[in-house]
């Protein structure tokens, strides 16, 4: 059976428990934190060298890195649904997962760590204002994006892309701080409630 290592509370994490509620895979989850040091967990550390959660097991094959895991298991588990086999299709679905990666994550990372996780290192106000702007910002390109296609980040349909920026804008919209009104947004995540995997792993009332 499909072993998952990481606490259920982990924004990573969630998007591999959601893929999994999405493709109907049973698995079995193990609870690991992140940022291990070699001689605390040298197991955890033997299977990802970076220490961070979450990690699969799939038999003997290990993955670590959530977005390509979940592009594994859409891949391994019959989930052209969610990933298709189309280029163009694929490619406006990594696109989206790549930009909440690579964008998006770096806009909310200070505000985050100084309003939700009190980090004593992230409390510059005028870093937290940046932060927090800069992350409206990127809230904004979704709305957008969501605007133009009516429906799902990559397009009419729902697909992995939607896990990684749900999340995200759940963790927006559960951080103390000053939420606009994006109305394509709001219907979208409205949109989602239908789904149980949804319910479940993102708009849980964890940040």
């Known amino acids: 059976m499909l072993q998952i290592l990481g606490k259920a509370s982990s924004i990573n994490v969630r998007k591999v428990l959601w893929a999994c ?3 109907n895979l049973p698995f079995e989850r193990e609870d ?3 940022g291990f040091k070699a001689t605390d967990a040298p197991e ?3 299977l990802n060298p970076n220490a961070m959660v979450p990690v699969i097991r799939d038999g003997e094959f290990v993955l670590w890195e959530s977005n390509s895991i979940i592009r594994y298991l859409a891949g391994r588990y019959d989930g052209a649904f969610l990933y298709p086999s189309d280029p163009c299709e694929r490619a406006k679905c990594d696109q ?3 930009w909440q990666a690579s964008e998006m994550n770096r806009a909310w990372s200070y505000a985050f760590l100084a309003l939700v996780r009190r980090s004593p290192a992230h409390q510059d106000q005028q870093q937290i204002e940046l932060s927090c702007a800069n992350w ?3 809230i904004a390109i979704v709305d957008r994006q969501l605007e133009t296609t009516g429906a799902f980040i990559a397009g009419p349909k729902f697909s992995l892309a939607d896990m990684p920026i749900a ?3 759940n963790r927006w919209l559960e951080t103390p701080l000053r939420h606009a009104d994006f109305p394509a947004l709001t219907a979208y995540m409205e949109r ?4 149980p995997g949804y319910l479940a792993h993102c708009r849980n009332g964890t940040p």
């Open 21 to 23: 509620a999405e493709l």
């Open 32 to 34: 690991w934190g992140s």
């Open 44 to 46: 955890f550390v033997a």
């Open 96 to 98: 989206w997962i790549d």
């Open 136 to 138: 409206a910002k990127h």
């Open 167 to 169: 999340l995200s804008i």
């Open 192 to 195: 989602l409630a239908a789904r």
